[in-house]
């Protein structure tokens, strides 16, 4: 469908988005925020629970450090990739020309032509209300639309005249299997990132990425992984490894998902496809 402003928009992109594995972002302050699941999309700050099943493959993203050992084994969940249905990057003037904000919902989804009680209308509402969560002490976040505003908010964090890079998980091709088997085929490149961005794509009829930095006192580690899976495709990974998760909520999926004591052990995930690493270019990386 098209838009009053000329704005493709397909159904089918928006169920995309909607469908993909972000990321589980929970602070020690008892906020939490579950960004995206193949089934169902939750905002949950208060309840214990956390309506998802173990044996959602989804969930299949979150390892540990010694896992990352070259010929070690294990299952991976990568989401299809077909970036011919996913939705483009506004320009800054259409950007400008359309507000985003949870207070112009009803226009909103007037202006995109969807139900109130559409599946679309839900994660519009949901993106809107992520994005304008207020960071917690130390960290940055916000959302973009545009390229250019991802590349200025990026300039802004890292500081004036540091250049930087993107990283992305690519698989080698067209892949359609979403969760199998995959070995370690090389040993594990850390990059040195004393400060990084991560950038998430969103649920929306056009490209909204959340992005968000745990900032220079947090510790992470960045990893590019080779990979091999089990039906031969071979994928060049990006993971992230949050070292201290002391402060995590004792219920973080991922202590449950790895079957390990909560608080004990660094947590690390592989990023899907479309989602972004930024870091500081530096003699090393």
């Avoid at 990026?154 to 299997?177: E, I, Q």
Wanted: glycine letters at 4%.
């Amino acid at each position: 469908m098209k838009t009053n402003k000329g704005i493709t928009i397909t159904l089918s992109s928006l169920l995309l988005h909607a469908s993909l594995f972000i990321l589980c972002v929970e602070h020690g302050s008892g906020r939490k925020t579950i960004i995206g699941t193949k089934k169902s999309i939750i905002i949950n700050s208060s309840s214990k629970g956390h309506h998802m099943t173990m044996d959602d493959p989804s969930l299949k993203v979150f390892f540990t450090p010694k896992d990352l050992k070259i010929q070690n084994t294990f299952p991976i969940y990568f989401p299809a990739k077909n970036l011919s249905h996913s939705p483009r990057f506004l320009t800054r003037e259409e950007s400008d020309s359309i507000p985003f904000s949870s207070s112009k919902l009803p226009f909103l989804l007037d202006f995109f032509s969807f139900p109130k009680e559409s599946p679309q209308a839900k994660a519009i509402e949901y993106t809107l209300k992520q994005c304008e969560l207020e960071p917690i002490q130390g960290e940055t976040r916000f959302c973009v639309s545009t390229l250019e505003s991802m590349l200025d908010f990026t300039s802004n964090l890292f500081g004036p005249g540091v250049r930087f890079r993107v990283l992305t998980t690519t698989p080698l091709k067209n892949t359609s299997t979403q969760l199998q088997n995959y070995t370690i085929s090389g040993e594990p490149k850390e990059v040195f990132a004393p400060i990084m961005l991560g950038c998430h794509t969103m649920p929306y009829p056009y490209a909204v990425f959340y992005c968000h930095s745990p900032g220079k006192e947090s510790e992470n580690k960045v990893f590019q992984v080779s990979l091999l899976g089990a039906n031969g495709e071979r994928v060049e990974a990006v993971a992230i490894c949050h070292m201290d998760t002391s402060r995590w909520d004792r219920d973080h999926l991922s202590f449950r998902v790895l079957g390990i004591e909560p608080r004990s052990s660094p947590v690390c995930h592989f990023f899907p496809w479309d989602n972004l690493v930024w870091v500081p270019l530096t003699s090393s990386t």
